[in-house]
């Protein structure tokens, strides 16, 4: 079936780096963009930009370009994304799927599991 | 950015009545609004795309309206598992935003 399997947990410090990975099976890896969403406790969701596997090519919201880079592996149809992290970083980093092929347009329909990452000093 | 307003941020109601959670877009989007199921420690789930389009596998309870600025998710006949938080997303331009989220809570 269509899933997405993202990397574990990860607790660091402020001004680290950590790069999270989802990995796609069940369909054609370069078929779809792939979307990150992050949601900080007890808080609501945040798109952070996308990915299409295809091409390399990003698209981040501006609150974090310079602080996010989403690069992929068609070879192991894995996308990874890097962040530098602030204290305020602490949150569930989900990867998703594009809803339909080469568009978002439709949402995302498959999601992965989350990844926890906790940032304390 | 596109802000998004949804309203109620939460609501209680009975297994099996009919709710409406609205969604206002900032500006215009078209149609390109979609609506996602959270349940508490879980993924969320696309419930509707382009404003009224049911995703696979979805049942036929939840239906989605709207178009330009304002927006509706209505479940119709309540059941347990649609007791979840519901989020607007708007697709019509990046940064692709989100509404601050519609805690469905049974009474």
């Known amino acids: 079936q269509v899933q997405l399997v993202q990397s574990g947990a990860e607790v660091t410090k402020p001004g680290a780096s950590v790069k999270v990975s989802c990995k796609a099976s069940?369909?054609?890896?370069?078929?779809?963009?792939i979307h990150w969403v992050r949601q900080a406790p007890g808080h609501g969701l945040e798109w952070m930009g996308w990915?299409?596997?295809?091409?390399?090519?990003t698209n981040y919201a501006q609150k974090f370009q310079g602080w996010v880079t989403m690069t992929g592996d068609t070879s192991i149809n894995t996308v990874y994304m890097e962040v530098r992290l602030r204290s305020e970083d602490t949150a569930v980093y989900y990867c998703?799927?594009?809803?339909?092929?080469?568009?978002?347009?439709?949402?995302?329909?498959?999601w992965g599991q989350g990844t926890t990452v906790t940032v304390s000093s | 950015d596109i802000q998004m307003t949804q309203s109620p941020s939460s609501l209680s109601a009975y297994v099996g009545d009919r709710v409406t959670i609205a969604c206002r877009a900032s500006?215009?989007?078209?149609?390109?609004l979609n609506w996602y199921q959270q349940s508490p420690g879980q993924a969320p789930k696309l419930v509707i795309y382009?404003?009224?389009n049911l995703q696979s596998g979805v049942p036929s309870r939840f239906s989605g309206g709207g178009s330009g600025t304002d927006f509706t998710l209505s479940i119709s006949g309540l059941q347990p598992e649609d007791f979840a938080t519901y989020y607007c997303?708007?697709?019509?331009?990046?940064?692709?935003?989100f509404g601050g989220g519609t805690n469905v809570e049974i009474k």
């Open positions: 998703a799927r594009g809803n339909g092929p080469g568009v978002n347009y439709y949402g995302v329909d498959v």
């Open positions: 069940g369909y054609t890896f370069t078929d779809h963009f």
């Open positions: 990915i299409n596997p295809n091409s390399g090519g």
């Open positions: 500006q215009s989007i078209n149609n390109y």
């Open positions: 382009l404003a009224s």
């Open positions: 997303q708007q697709t019509y331009t990046t940064p692709l935003t």
